[in-house]
């Protein structure tokens, strides 16, 4: 409690100084922003461009074995590329073939897809490369193999979430499971 007027005189000092530094400091923050020097090499527009750039670019081959990369917008494609219905390869330039190709499907679904939880073996899914875990199961066989991974079995979701991914897909990713797991 402040007992003498001098005590007073201070408290309330002290009060409105205290107020105005914190509104102050509060219109600063709302309403100062950013102190952005436009003239900076930082802002320039190829800075810019460079900074929202993608990072990558998918490459798709068309049905005759052509490149039918997307161009930036606005620019110019053959006709015969644009035409022809793209189909995404693995393993490069040309289509693979057999089971070289069933292997790059099954190898990239595996890795997109089912390593996530059988590489470090979370939610009891049964690590690939673990010869007793696996022993059991693929003495099962290869087809029930197969039915658990398209309809799910316990904590994991059908086709262990990749929805999209084909039967015959997921199929070559099991084979390349097993292979890795005998």
């Not at 990072?55 to 798709?60: I, K, L, T, Y």
Request: charged residues 20%; proline residues 6%; negative net charge.
């Amino acid at each position: 409690m402040i007992k003498t007027q001098k005590g007073l005189v201070r408290t309330v000092l002290l009060f409105i100084i205290v107020s105005l530094a914190a509104i102050f400091l509060i219109v600063k923050l709302i309403g100062g922003g950013l102190n952005v020097d436009p003239d900076s090499p930082a802002m320039s527009e190829d800075a810019i461009a460079e900074r929202l750039k993608p990072v990558g670019q998918v490459s798709v081959l068309s049905a005759a074995g052509e490149d039918s990369t997307p161009e930036a917008p606005g620019s110019d494609q053959s006709a015969g590329a644009a035409e022809s219905t793209p189909q995404a390869t693995i393993a490069g330039k040309g289509e693979p073939s057999g089971e070289t190709a069933a292997a790059n499907v099954g190898d990239q679904v595996y890795n997109t897809s089912c390593a996530v939880c059988h590489g470090p073996g979370i939610a009891d899914a049964p690590k690939v490369g673990d010869k007793a875990v696996w022993e059991a199961r693929i003495a099962q066989g290869i087809d029930a193999l197969y039915a658990n991974a398209i309809n799910g079995k316990g904590t994991m979701p059908p086709k262990g979430g990749a929805m999209s991914t084909s039967d015959d897909d997921i199929r070559a990713a099991v084979d390349i499971m097993v292979s890795k797991s005998r």
